[in-house]
T-cell receptor, first 115, second 116 residues
Framework: DTAVSQTPKYLVTQMGNDKSIKCEQNLGHDTMYWYKQDSKKFLKIMFS???????INETVPNRFSPKSPDKAHLNLHINSLELGDSAVYFCASSQIAASSYNEQFFGPGTRLTVL | AQKITQTQPGMFVQEKEAVTLDCTYD???????LFWYKQPSSGEMIFLIY??????QNATEGRYSLNFQKARKSANLVISASQLGDSAMYFCAMREPLGGYNKLIFGAGTRLAVHP
């Protein structure tokens, strides 16, 4: 009973390629997120969707395009991959709540390596 | 400006002893939340404990407790009776309100090593 799942777990690809990472949650949450964790383990939010609507869009190159077909799914497509895109990408989900306890549940991560 | 600061890149503790991992934060919003996550070497992010800014008591969850000092803007994680399985990266995070929604800002993390 995986709460937040991501595919693939590992992704190795060449510079310049286009790739996608998929995320699904079965928790019934309204909000989903993409985070990037760099080689120094620093974790930073990239995007967030609430019920298929983009609500957070941090300073991310426009080669990164999230898509949410429904509130249980959030995909990340990356065009023209660069060496600096190598990182672990985490998907997360939470109940939407304006000012209350709002734990985020994380997926297992996708380790992207760009050669 | 850094909003979440974890000043200890690495910590060591002897098995069965207690350890405190430091976290300070910066916000002008009266309503915020503080989280601690654990990331073992396998890579997953595991939620440990939460403290709301209006909570009167320090949060506790099993061997984890949060030493919340609001005036000093600190939210240190205390792990009692350390176990070998506690060896991991630990991240402090703050929930930052954003137009009715929330986002988490993470600190740089502290790597904890528990020695037998």
């Amino acid at each position: 009973d995986t709460a937040v799942s991501q595919t693939p777990k590992y992704l190795v690809t060449q510079m310049g390629n286009d790739k996608s990472i998929k995320c699904e949650q079965n928790l019934g949450h309204d909000t989903m997120y993409w985070y990037k964790q760099d080689s120094k383990k620093f974790l930073k939010i990239m995007f967030s969707y609430n019920n298929k609507e983009l609500i957070i869009n941090e300073t991310v190159p426009n080669r990164f395009s999230p898509k949410s077909p429904d509130k249980a799914h959030l995909n990340l497509h990356i065009n023209s991959l660069e060496l600096g895109d190598s990182a672990v990408y985490f998907c997360a989900s939470s109940q939407i709540a304006a000012s209350s306890y709002n734990e985020q549940f994380f997926g297992p991560g996708t380790r992207l390596t760009v050669l | 400006a850094q909003k979440i600061t974890q000043t200890q890149p690495g910590m060591f503790v002897q098995e069965k002893e207690a350890v405190t991992l430091d976290c300070t934060y910066d916000t002008s919003d009266p309503s915020y939340g503080l989280f601690w996550y654990k990331q073992p070497s396998s890579g997953e992010m595991i939620f440990l404990i939460y403290q709301g800014s209006y909570d009167q008591q320090n949060a506790t969850e099993g061997r984890y407790s949060l030493n919340f000092q609001k005036a000093r803007k600190s939210a240190n994680l205390v792990i009692s009776a350390s176990q070998l399985g506690d060896s991991a990266m630990y991240f402090c995070a703050m929930r930052e309100p954003l137009g009715g929604y929330n986002k988490l800002i993470f600190g740089a993390g502290t790597r904890l090593a528990v020695h037998p």
